[in-house]
Each structure stands twice: as C-alpha cells, then as structure tokens.
C-alpha cells in the first residue's frame, strides 16, 4: 500500500460542489480585488480565531512582512526568531532592513528556547517572533513576560498553526500580531497562495490594512510606503467554504497523531521528547496539556548518525512518502552567512536538522495507511 506523505484533492474533492459554487459566484460578480467576499471571510476568520481585527493577506510570508511594516522595524532593528523555521520567519527581517537574531529551540518542543531567547536581547532587540511550529504553540507565557519586561513587541508565526491553542486560546491572538498561512498544504489550505494578519489592537489593524494596499489612504495618497499585499476575492470566497470543515480536520490530524503515539510507542526503544533519550532510537514528539496542538506535522527525531536518512530510504522504498523539515537551520543557510555564525552556534537546531522527519498525517489518509506507515518503520528498526 502506497502512503502520500499529502493528497489536497481527497480534501477539496469533497467540497467540489460547493467550491465550484464559490468559484462561479465570484466570476459572475466581476469583482476579484477585495470587496465583499474578503470582508465576509476576514469576518468569519475573526471569529473563528477570537482575534479583534483579521485582515486577508497574499501569503502568510508576507503577513510577516506587513507585521514588521506596520510595527516600523527596520535598519538597525534586531528582531529576535528560532534558526529551526521556514526560511520567512527570517528572510522577512531581512526584507524590512532589520537582522534576524536567532535564538535556539527548546530541546524538547521544537519550539524556541526561551532562556536562550532572553540572553539574545540587546539595547537595539525590537521584537520577538516566536514561531508555533509544526501546529503546537510556543512558551508564549514565559515570552509575553520576556517581551513585557523588555518592551518588545510579539508577532506570533502562526502559519503551522491556525486554531492551535494556548491555555484555551488561540495562537496568533497572543502578541501584537499573529501570521497565518493557508498554503495549500497547512491545515486550512486555499487552492493558491493566501495568508492572515491578526490582531487586537485597532490602530496596527488600521496602519497594516493601509500597507496592504500600498500605504495608500485616502486614494492615490501615500503617506508610507506598502505593497501589494492583499487577498484575493477568489481565495477569499473557497476559504470560506473551507473554513467551516476546520474543526473536522482539526479533529481527523489528532486522531492520526494519537494512532501514531499509541502504535509507535509500543515499539521497544522508542520513546517521548524530553523522557530518557539516550538509549533511544526514536523519540515521539512531545505535547503539554496547556497547549491545544494541531498537528500540522508529526514529526520524530531519529538519532544516530545517517540513521534518520537511512530510515527515509527504508519509507521511500515501500511507497511511504516523509519529508525533512528542515535539513539546514537558518543560520547556516548561505543567504544568512553575513551574520557569521557556525553550525555549532545552535546546538540544538543543529541536531534537530539532522534527526527529524515528518510522517503523513493529513485528515483524509485513514487509519490503514497509518497502521501501515508504523509496520514499516517497526521493520526498520531492530
Ligand atoms: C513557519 C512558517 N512561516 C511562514 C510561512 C510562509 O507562509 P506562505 O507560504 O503562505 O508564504 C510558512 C509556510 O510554509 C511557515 O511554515
């Protein structure tokens, strides 16, 4: 049996006849740059998330850069961020000027090491982006505190993570700015690139939404200087028919991963994040009860030289699919080489890049093809 590590049309194909309704009614309407369906769906995602003000943004990269923008970071700004992330969290800092100060990740989480964090800020530190990742919430007590007692403003990297958890509320309603993405691929994925900033604070709500549209206010004024950042009434319109099946592929991703814990913990050796990894051969990843995860990914640490590879190789050949996110923290990727650290600067996310893989965990996969994703990985192992 054959797993795809993804399969977006099992998802959509289920909502093709309403997807095509959404699709028809704004082609008819002739009115594809903001407007109504933008309103409509900026509306619901409010809701859903809790957030004050949800502007609709063109991806979830540039729901960062619109955060940054509207907070005025830039040249001489130090913006503190994980070097284990997707390159955006980072490159946007570099796109508004300022430098991305990485900090370490917890070695437990994936997330950041707050500790770490803390001993990273400087007089120039502007704000601290920590990211949610893989759909389980930062330490966003100990950081809104760090941030607090520093005068740092947040913005929260929720794109794994929509309708993720923290002491019951949701991720990227935390901070002065939440990010979301809905690429393809996240857990509310649109049929193209498409992206949220969150907010509880009128007046960012209000500077972001002119630089959404090229600082422009009133029309053809321009005050600051924006982009093009805006939804598009298309993607707006079949998000909102998504967005009501959320909390189903919520439900169906935590399913998965407790079917993974519970087959693969009965395998010997194998063990949870952060409980006596040392005789280890594969560590599960570690959930807290004040975090409600989400489970964009389930992702394990293979310890052991190439051992983590040779495992790929062992799924890759009996069809199972698997992706490594990420084999290269940040701070040894090329286009950061000007920052002048070393691999072994952040130990942790060193490591990290080289044992972890993610295992096939999307709503629609069913519980066969898991059963059959943990026999493989029982044969791997001795
Ligand atoms: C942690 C993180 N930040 C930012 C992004 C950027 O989102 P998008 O692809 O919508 O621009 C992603 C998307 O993969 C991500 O995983």
């Given at each position: 049996?054959?797993?795809?590590l993804?399969d ?10 309403e ?5 028809l009614r704004?082609?008819?309407?002739g009115?594809?740059i903001m ?17 004050r003000h ?7 990269t540039d729901?960062?850069?619109l955060a ?17 992330t997707?390159f955006?969290t980072?490159?946007c ?13 917890c070695?437990v989480?994936f997330?950041?090491?707050?500790r ?12 601290i982006?920590?990211v ?5 919430a930062a ?9 607090q007692?520093n ?14 958890t ?9 901070g ?7 690429f ?12 949220a900033l969150?907010t ?8 972001a939404?002119?630089?959404?549209m090229h600082g422009m206010?009133p029309k ?10 805006r ?8 998000l909102?028919v998504?967005?009501?099946h959320f909390?189903d592929?919520?439900?169906a991703r935590?399913?998965n ?7 693969l913990?009965?395998?010997p050796?194998v063990v ?14 570690a ?5 409600g995860?989400?489970?964009n990914?389930y992702?394990l ?5 190439g ?10 050949a009996r069809g ?6 990420y084999p ?6 090329t286009?950061?080489?000007?920052l ?11 490591r990290?890049?080289g044992e ?10 069913g519980?066969?093809?898991?059963e059959?994703?943990c026999?493989?990985?029982g044969?791997f192992?001795?």
């Open positions: 049996m054959n797993v795809n993804l977006l049309k099992a998802q959509n194909g289920a909502l093709e006849p997807l095509n309704e959404a699709f704004v082609l008819r309407s009115h594809f407007g109504p369906e933008v309103d409509r769906f900026e509306k619901a995602l409010a809701e859903f998330t809790g957030a949800a502007l609709g943004v063109s991806s979830g729901a960062i850069l940054l923008m509207a907070l005025g970071i830039g040249p001489g700004d130090e913006v503190l961020c994980p070097t284990f997707f955006a980072a490159g800092v570099a796109r508004v000027g300022a430098t991305p100060v990485f900090a370490d990740s070695p989480t997330n950041l090491d707050v770490d964090v803390a001993r990273r800020i400087t007089p120039r530190t502007k704000a982006i920590p949610h990742l893989f759909g389980q330490d966003m007590e100990e950081l809104l505190a760090l941030a007692k005068n740092l403003r947040v913005i929260e990297d929720a794109a794994q993570a929509m309708g993720a923290y002491d019951d509320r949701q991720v990227g309603t935390l002065d700015f939440g990010t979301i993405s809905f393809p691929t996240k857990n509310l994925g649109a049929l193209g690139d498409a992206g969150l509880n604070d009128a007046e960012l709500a209000q500077r939404k002119i630089l959404r206010e053809y004024m321009h005050h600051v200087i924006g982009g093009n950042f939804l598009d009434a298309l993607q707006a319109a079949l909102g998504k967005l009501p909390p592929y919520t439900a935590r399913r991963a407790a079917l993974y814990t519970e087959r913990s009965a395998l050796g949870t994040a952060g409980t006596s990894e040392k005789e280890a051969w594969l560590i599960l990843p959930t807290s009860p004040r975090k995860h989400i489970w990914q992702t640490r293979v310890p052991g030289e051992r983590r590879d040779a495992l790929r190789m062992h799924l890759t199972i699919g698997s992706e490594i996110y290269l923290p940040l701070h040894e990727q286009c950061f080489a000007y002048g650290h070393r691999p072994e600067d952040f130990p942790v996310a060193h990290f890049a972890v893989i993610s295992l096939p965990i999307y709503p629609e996969i519980a066969e093809a898991i059959e994703v026999r493989a990985i044969e192992f001795p």
